[in-house]
């Protein structure tokens, strides 16, 4: 059992929660809030891969899933993705089902390769009636589109996103605090402390905001700061646990967090609902039950990111 009251894990700004948790960790779980109704409204938002890193197999993995970070919204007006970790597979199976394909728009966070390594197999990219919408940092308007070029294409992979036959438009995301609607949603970002750069994204429905911010360090800084506004009394916070607490005073600069950041993050920032994600590749089911138990113990509404997780309305 995982020491969550003692030793290395307690900081002194915890205090347990005067209730009991009242939430239920399981695949199919529905969450308490609605996305909206009415013109834009989002269907489906699912967690395809909560791993981090790389990804993880094997029979100690089965229940959170081993597959790297992928989230997909689906509104009346087409398909978001955001990010491209191996997780996207489910996303590409579902697609591959209908008759016809909605418009896809795919934004990333970053592109270490957890978040990148499911592209080149995504099959929308060699079908000639997929439109699809690539967009990334406009502060770093080159680099990403370069990122994704050579990514994709020889000698990494056999074919080549700038000829494959389906089309592709590369857009900078807008240099904007302000919302932006794509597909429907109203999206926005917010910069995080990572190496190379990352962003946080939020989807605001018209009742009720998710934040997704998959690898992030919160640090002492400014643009933590930032952070912490940016995450102001949203419904739900998906947030980066990669580490034990005793693992990040070894890890501090790697640009992720633990459980207890994510806990005192959600309470400072009055978020409705924690849901921690990027497990580490080693962390068997069992032990991720563990961080659970030992979050909920201050943050009751929280829970793990698991792989087919479903928020909808
Ligand atoms: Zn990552
Ligand atoms: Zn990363």
């Not at 990010?83 to 597979?89: A, I, K």
């Not at 270490?112 to 080149?120: A, V």
């Not at 459980?259 to 990027?278: D, K, P, R, Y």
Request: proline share 6%; hydrophobic share 35%.
């Amino acid at each position: 059992m995982h020491d969550c009251t003692g030793g290395g894990c307690f900081l002194p700004w915890m205090t347990r929660h005067p209730h009991p948790a009242s939430l239920t960790n399981g695949r199919e779980q529905r969450t308490m809030f609605r996305l909206g109704k009415g013109k834009g409204r989002m269907h489906k938002f699912v967690i395809r891969g909560a791993r981090g890193s790389m990804p993880a197999c094997g029979r100690d993995f089965q229940r959170y899933g081993g597959n790297t970070t992928c989230f997909s919204l689906e509104t009346d007006e087409g398909f978001i993705l955001f990010d491209m970790g191996t997780g996207v597979v489910s996303a590409d199976a579902e697609l591959q089902q209908r008759e016809t394909l909605p418009p896809i728009a795919i934004l990333f966070t970053h592109f270490h390769l957890d978040h990148l390594i499911g592209l080149p197999r995504f099959g929308p990219l060699y079908n000639p009636n997929a439109r699809l919408t690539f967009m990334g940092d406009p502060n770093r308007p080159d680099q990403w589109r370069r990122n994704l070029s050579t990514f994709v294409s020889s000698p990494y992979w056999p074919a080549d996103l700038g000829t494959s036959v389906s089309a592709k438009i590369f857009e900078d995301l807008p240099d904007t605090v302000s919302p932006y609607d794509i597909c429907g949603a109203k999206i926005s970002w917010c910069p995080v402390f990572h190496p190379q750069s990352c962003l946080a994204y939020k989807i605001q429905g018209p009742e009720s905001t998710i934040v997704i911010a998959t690898d992030h360090e919160h640090r002492d800084s400014r643009l933590s700061e930032r952070f912490l506004e940016f995450s102001r009394d949203v419904d739900v916070l998906i947030y980066d646990a990669m580490y034990l607490p005793e693992e990040y005073n070894l890890r501090k600069g790697w640009g992720h967090g633990n459980w207890q950041q994510g806990v005192q993050l959600a309470m400072e920032s009055g978020v409705g609902e924690l849901i921690l994600t990027h497990h580490d590749i080693h962390r068997t089911d069992n032990q991720l039950d563990e961080i659970l138990e030992c979050a909920r113990e201050f943050f009751p509404s929280t829970r793990m990111a698991m792989e087919n997780m479903v928020l909808s309305t």
